[in-house]
């Protein structure tokens, strides 16, 4: 009796799953990360950005009854780990971000806008530095009107 086969027996299964294994298990270690990781510097570095210009806008928006400002300080030794926004005057802190592990952030590290959205005395005047995977990402706030800049790639 000779019939068709209509499935594949549990051994031919096993076999094919071991043979898939054994080439992930080898493929897997060699796969580059680097252009993730180049992604993950730039979001970061222009979520850094907006943050900083968020800030700017709230000390603009809430200047009548706030004339300390907004700050944004980058947290945890050079390369930082994470940032917060804060209200000057109450010294709550309106929000906060962590940054991956694999993401180098330095440089500048307080930058303090008054009610009229420039930098005030006391902020940094280095800019921020964002890296990964060999892309670096400059955000650079100019004092004199508050403005921020990300360059880079």
């Given at each position: 009796?000779?019939?068709k086969r209509t499935a594949y027996?549990?051994?031919?299964?096993?076999?094919?799953v071991m043979i898939l294994g054994a080439i992930a298990f080898i493929a897997i270690p060699r796969i580059n990360f680097t252009g993730l990781y180049r992604k993950q510097a730039n979001a970061i570095a222009k979520q850094i950005a907006t943050d900083l210009r968020r800030t700017r806008t709230l000390a603009i928006s809430y200047a009548a009854n706030n004339t300390k400002g907004y700050y944004l300080q980058m947290v945890?030794?050079?390369?930082?780990?994470?940032?917060?926004?804060v209200d000057t005057n109450?010294?709550?802190?309106v929000d906060t971000l962590t940054i991956d592990s694999p993401i180098?952030?330095?440089?500048?590290?307080l930058f303090k806008f008054g009610p009229l959205g420039n930098l005030l005395s006391g902020s940094s005047a280095t800019p921020i530095s964002?890296?990964?995977?060999?892309?670096?990402?400059?955000?650079?706030?100019i004092s004199a009107t508050g403005i921020v800049q990300c360059a880079g790639g």
């Open positions: 009796m000779t019939g027996s549990l051994v031919e299964m096993i076999v094919v945890g030794s050079s390369p930082y780990a994470s940032y917060k926004i109450s010294a709550a802190t180098s952030c330095t440089g500048g590290s964002v890296s990964s995977g060999g892309k670096t990402y400059t955000i650079t706030v």
